[in-house]
């Protein structure tokens, strides 16, 4: 019996031939194929629209990917550089800048987050001459929660990004003749032209700035370009900023470290800042983030350790915890939130002590996953880079995954349920597969392959994507490389069930659900058939058998002579641009 939503792989075939006949042909033109632009093409997509990408990566290839895709429309979802006036002119081509009306310049966010605004938006303009100042297609508006630009970009922006894009776009179908001309005496028109945010406008001065404004600051720039500041005499870009509502010290002093994090002091309180990055030495190498504690090395040896439990930190106000565990009746709720979705070997490790710990609690139901963001991107590239032995790293990394995934396999005696509130890819979305049940935010990006990165995975995803979708589509998903929308991810039975709305509203659904799914009369016949088909699978094929076929291939990738997964790796973590648009994205 095949679970609520889904319907068979030929449905969803049906779909996706519908998809390709659509009935405008959409040019992404980004400057990377990044989360947003990727939730564009697949909402676009399932709309029935034809959707290519183009990479902004000069005037040159932008033309030559124009004439050869033959746009109707062209939209710029994320954009840092000017499309050529050749382009503009002979095409529609709608930019979507992270502001309200009338806002103009490159650090929109930036801006919104600093001078603490609480409502924000996006509009979606047409090029013109002037940078932001075409007519606009559609703006909708968005509140701004006290979160780091990067998870506010991911949500809320993206989320009324989207609403304006297909705006635009049933707009433009439609043959709408009348944009709006930028007019800064409309009473709707509250933006303005502002500068670049420049390092002097984030400069912390500890000795002054109260917790809220470092706060601000931090959080304006917590993935790039981080707070330029000094630390033990050497300078760091910080990343990240969270509150702490106990401990204090000297203000702009480490006063305690925690999984990775270090804790400094301000006038009034302390906040915890994740990642660090050194600053880059004239003519040395990129500099990349890691964890705080690892860029700072023996400069905290003597700092104190704070430890916190996942319980202890799901009942404290403020403090910063990368896991949380709390419940409510029957159902456990394990929380977790690792900056940009990457999982390192120590991360994987305390995310298991605390799902052992989790599973030994009398509930009948356990729910994996943040309340917001990202879900898992799988293995840490970064810190990989940044290890004396890449490939041994790689190795401890994947097997700490494949620990985890193992242990919510072999989970008998309660229901697992993944709930994706935000994106995940490659193992990380195996990672939420591993799960009895898959619940996804409609929002939700996932990105079912390795391909990209030169590996075959593993976390046991040739064992759970073909139960899941079939053996042949889940050849089609790990090697088309391609984004998947939430409700065709559900169509094609990866997910179980899907809910629109804000984060806020998907938890409390999620909270809901999870509820009704502990008082099911016939949960304990459920459990009893689980683990019926958990032997019946193991009988047929050991999971080890399937870990060491992968680990096979994951061995050759890590060591193998001219495997590409190095190089790959060191491109992505240094934000090496391509030399070309991928062939797979130009539709």
Not at 272 to 280: A, F, N, T, V, Y
Not at 438 to 443: D, G, K, N, P, Q
Not at 493 to 508: H, I, N, W
């Amino acid at each position: 019996m095949r679970p609520e939503g889904r319907t068979d792989p030929g449905d969803y075939t049906a779909l996706l031939t519908t998809l390709s006949e659509g009935t405008l042909r959409i040019l992404l033109i980004a400057s990377a194929f990044n989360s947003l632009t990727q939730r564009v093409h697949t909402e676009l997509r399932e709309r029935g629209h034809h959707v290519g990408v183009e990479l902004a990566l000069g005037d040159e290839p932008v033309r030559a990917g124009v004439a050869r895709f033959r746009p109707d429309l062209i939209l710029a979802p994320m954009l840092t550089r000017a499309i050529p006036e050749d382009i503009w002119s002979r095409h529609t081509v709608l930019i979507v800048h992270p502001g309200p009306k009338g806002d103009r310049g490159p650090s929109s966010l930036d801006w919104a987050i600093h001078e603490g605004a609480s409502e924000w938006g996006v509009t979606v303009l047409q090029a013109v001459a002037e940078m932001d100042a075409g007519p606009i297609w559609a703006s909708v508006p968005y509140p701004v929660p006290p979160c780091g630009k990067s998870e506010l970009y991911r949500n809320e922006v993206a989320d009324a990004a989207l609403e304006a894009v297909l705006l635009a776009v049933d707009r433009f179908e439609s043959g709408w003749p009348a944009p709006e001309p930028l007019d800064y005496g409309r009473w709707d028109v509250q933006g303005r032209l502002r500068p670049y945010h420049k390092q002097e406008f984030r400069r912390i001065d500890w000795a002054a700035d109260d917790t809220a404004t470092v706060l601000r600051k931090l959080r304006s720039a917590d993935s790039q370009p981080g707070v330029l500041d000094e630390l033990y005499g050497r300078e760091f870009f910080l990343h990240g900023g969270h509150a702490e509502d106990e401990l204090r010290g000297v203000p702009g002093s480490v006063i305690a470290t925690r999984d990775g994090a270090i804790c400094r002091a301000t006038v009034d309180g302390a906040v915890w800042i994740p990642q660090l990055r050194p600053r880059r030495a004239p003519d040395g190498p990129a500099t990349y983030k890691l964890p705080a504690v690892q860029a700072l090395g023996d400069l905290v040896a003597d700092v104190p350790h704070s430890p916190i439990s996942p319980v202890a930190a799901a009942w404290r106000k403020d403090t910063w915890s990368q896991i949380r565990y709390r419940e409510e009746g029957r159902v456990g709720y394990l929380e977790f939130t690792f900056p940009g979705g990457a999982m390192s070997t120590g991360q994987c490790r305390r995310l298991l002590a605390a799902y052992r710990e989790a599973v030994e609690r009398p509930t009948s139901v356990l729910v994996l996953g943040p309340a917001r963001d990202f879900f898992s991107n799988g293995i840490h590239l970064n810190v990989i880079e940044a290890a004396a032995d890449p490939a041994e790293e790689s190795w401890q990394n994947i097997n700490a995954m494949d620990d985890l995934v193992e242990a919510i396999l072999t989970t008998e005696d309660k229901l697992t349920v993944a709930s994706l509130a935000g994106n995940a890819a490659a193992g990380g979305l195996m990672l939420a597969i591993a799960a009895d049940e898959v619940w996804c935010r409609e929002s939700a990006v996932l990105n079912p392959h390795y391909r990209l990165m030169g590996l075959h995975g593993s976390e046991y995803w040739t064992y759970t994507l073909p139960r899941r979708v079939g053996p042949e589509w889940a050849a089609r998903l790990t090697t088309a490389a391609l984004p998947v929308g939430a409700r065709q991810a559900r169509l094609l039975g990866l997910v179980d069930r899907t809910k629109s709305g804000s984060a806020a509203e998907f938890r409390s659904w999620t909270v809901r659900r999870a509820e009704a799914l502990a008082a099911a009369p016939g949960l304990a016949a459920r459990l009893l058939e689980k683990k019926r088909r958990r032997a019946e699978d193991e009988a047929a094929k050991p999971l080890a058998a399937y870990r060491e076929e992968e680990l096979a291939e994951m061995r050759r990738n890590f060591r193998g002579p001219g495997e590409p997964y190095h190089a790959l790796r060191r491109a992505f973590v240094h934000k090496v641009c391509p030399a070309a648009t991928p062939e797979h994205l130009r539709g």
